[in-house]
Structures are given as C-alpha cells and as structure tokens.
C-alpha cells in the first residue's frame, strides 16, 4: 500500500466555485508551487463554457505559464463535451481528460446539458479520441454516494454504470461525493463491492466532508481500499449544493496528517507543500 497512494490535487475544485475572480498571476503563483510538492496529479483546470464556470476562463493562459520542467506531476483537465476535450487534447502538458458523468439525470442534464444516454455517447467520443491523442480519460461517477434530487440510488447504480463505460475502454475512475453525502456505511459498502470486481481497473475517491467528519471517511476508504485521493488544501471548493455550508473537498493537510499517523509513505516534499499553504491563505477569500 505504502508505494501505491496516490493524491491528485484540486485547485480546479477549489477555485472554481468562487465567485470573485482570482487573478491569473495568482493562480499561476499557486498551481506552479503546487507543481513542487509531489502530487501524483493536478486538477488544475477546465476546459468548459466560461459563462458555465466564469472562473476558469483562463485556463489556457494558466496553462501556457506552467513550470513542468522539473515536475514529475501529471495535468488533468476537466471537459465536458467533445469540443472541450478536443481542446485540452491539443496541450502536450495534459495527461488526463476528466469527465463528470452522473449516474442522477437530473444532475447530469444541469451539469452537462445532456443526458445519462447522451453522456454515454459522449464518453465513447472522448475516449476515442483520448487514445489517437495519446491521452487517458478519467470518469467521475457524479452521485456515487447518493443525491439530492429523489432520483433513483444505490451503490449497485454506480457499480453498473462503471461496469459499462469500462466495457469502452476506460480505465481511471474515481468515486465522486457529488452533494456531500457520503459517511463511512456507504463509502466503505461501495469500494469493497467494486474494487475487487474491477481489479483491472484504477478506481478513487473524491470525497467531499465536514470539518469534524473527514478521518471516519478516510478511514473507511482506506479499509476499503482505496489507493488514490482526490483532495484540496485547506478543503476550499467541494459541493455548492450540499445542505451544509462547511462541506467542503476533502482537506489535504488532513489526509497527509493521517498518512504520516498510519506511516503510509506519500512522498510529499513538506516544506514546498507549507509553501503552497501560504499562497493557498493569500489568494483564496477567508
């Protein structure tokens, strides 16, 4: 286990939802600190309408003043549609095209402006492309712990609906917490039914928490095992549409805090990763 954790982290996540703008140079500042720790990926950005999300409207000319060089970490971009993955294939720096697909209709209608069967059409585009473009697509099943909107949920919906986009070639997967309602019962339920059924699959977490809640998760994931993390410092960002205002993603001191506890090796540099919780003070509003 101690050589297989993985952490992406989330400043895409973080930033998105806010609604003042941050200065490109400030987020340029941040991701390229980020880019010293030793995430395994960044999700750092979008490739989607900035009317939809105004704030990542500059994702391009954050990209262009990125510090790869002597980075060992990965870019991911999150699309929605075929014309935005189109886009982010062309950069040489990204890795990974991120696709929220949600196994709610009603979520995914508000948040792709198509449906699950459109979705699935969808998905088979990308994914096509991101093998002639030498990319790899990471799905996240939006809803995976349940949803706010009394459409049809169980964890049997998620692990059905993985099943068939993995049948079109996708390997990267990671379990989203969409509203904020994943607890150690349904988080450990789903992971030790579907991590053992896949094995040829990569399958994560993207939890989102409270402040007094995230060890029980994280704890119930690991147990279940999970390997992979989606985290954000300082847990900015995570679920607008959560019943609770302190949801927020999971925070990655946190999780690095508990790593450290267990003795689970992350291989973060500690003082570029208290660097990065500095700009993280400075730029995000308190």
């Given at each position: 286990m101690n050589t297989q954790i993985k952490i992406t982290e989330c400043p895409r996540d973080a930033m998105q939802g806010i609604k003042s703008y941050i200065p490109t140079t400030d987020k340029v500042r941040y991701i390229n600190s980020l880019l010293k720790v030793g995430f395994d990926t960044l999700d750092f950005g979008s490739f989607v309408s900035p009317k939809a999300i105004p704030q990542m409207a500059d994702t391009k000319d954050v990209l262009a003043q990125l510090d790869m060089g002597s980075s060992k970490t990965k870019l991911l971009a999150i699309i929605a549609n075929y014309r935005g993955?189109?886009?982010?294939?062309?950069?040489?720096?990204i890795t990974y095209l991120g696709f929220p697909f949600s196994i709610s209709e009603t979520f995914q209608k508000r948040n792709t402006n198509s449906t699950?069967?459109?979705?699935?059409?969808?998905?088979?585009?990308?994914?096509?492309?991101c093998v002639k473009a030498n990319k790899q697509m990471v799905v996240y099943i939006s809803m995976a712990f349940g949803n706010s909107y009394n459409d049809p949920w169980n964890a049997d919906i998620a692990i059905?609906?993985?099943?068939?986009?993995?049948?079109?070639?996708?390997?990267i997967f990671a379990m989203a917490d969409t509203v904020g309602v994943s607890n150690p019962e349904?988080?450990?339920y789903l992971f030790k039914n579907i991590i053992p059924k896949f094995p040829q699959l990569q399958?994560?977490?993207?939890?989102?928490?409270?402040?007094?809640?995230w060890r029980e998760k994280m704890e119930a994931a690991l147990n279940a095992g999970v390997t992979n993390f989606d985290a954000a410092l300082k847990g900015y960002g995570g679920c607008p549409m959560a019943a609770d205002d302190l949801t927020g993603n999971m925070p990655t001191e946190n999780i690095v805090a508990l790593f450290d506890e267990m003795k689970i090796s992350h291989h973060l540099n500690k003082n570029y990763f208290l660097d990065s919780m500095q700009i993280a003070e400075t730029i995000f509003p308190h």
């Open positions: 993955a189109e886009e982010a294939a062309a950069y040489e720096q699950i069967a459109e979705s699935m059409g969808r998905v088979e585009e990308i994914q096509n492309l059905e609906w993985t099943e068939k986009i993995a049948e079109r070639g996708v390997k349904n988080i450990s399958i994560g977490a993207h939890l989102h928490t409270t402040p007094t809640t």
